[in-house]
């Protein structure tokens, strides 16, 4: 594993930079409500990861009692991932990320994606949060697919955090 410097965007402006060009109000509305609640989010994530404890974090399928899943993780298909939008330079940014643009998890190919280290479909308060965004290759993004932590000893490694270890982290 190569270990890669750890992004030091605010989660919270990120989320507000994403969601800028909602034209429907009252989903902006009900995305803005959720703005603390995304940097709670990357906070607990840290403090969790530090600790083995990531398997602690609570699925969700709605946030904030009215925003879905499915629309936090629409916030970063298009208003982060998809190219021309307010957080492409953010993503681009962690993208690039990489040294010589070399995936951290199998250090022989090249980056050309983003792994959530744990899935936006499961954690969407996570969904754009930098710290749980790791460049990587195709196929180790697929071979991850949507593992996570399930307890302690399943703690997979971080290319942000685990300085020095040596190894692909997923199976």
């Excluded at 993208?95 to 022989?108: M, Q, R, T, V, Y």
Aim: hydrophobic share 35%.
């Amino acid at each position: 594993m190569r270990a890669l410097n750890r992004p030091v965007e605010d989660p919270k402006k990120v989320f507000s930079t994403c969601i800028s060009i909602i034209r429907n109000a009252d989903l902006k509305s009900r995305l803005n409500s959720c703005t603390s609640l995304i940097g709670e989010a990357a906070m607990e994530f840290e403090d969790k990861l530090k600790i083995d404890e990531l398997h602690t974090i609570a699925i969700e399928t709605v946030v904030n009692k009215n925003v879905t899943a499915k629309e936090l993780e629409k916030v970063y298909t298009f208003r982060m991932a998809k190219k021309n939008t307010p957080g492409r330079e953010i993503y681009n940014k962690i993208i690039l990320s990489a040294p010589e643009g070399i995936c951290p998890f199998c250090s022989h190919r090249v980056v050309s994606t983003i792994d959530h280290y744990m899935p936006k479909t499961l954690f969407p308060r996570l969904s754009i949060t930098p710290i749980n965004l790791i460049p990587s290759c195709n196929d180790c993004n697929k071979l991850k697919s949507s593992l996570y932590p399930k307890d302690s000893n399943e703690a997979f490694i971080h290319p942000y955090f685990d300085m020095g270890v040596i190894g692909f982290c997923p199976p």
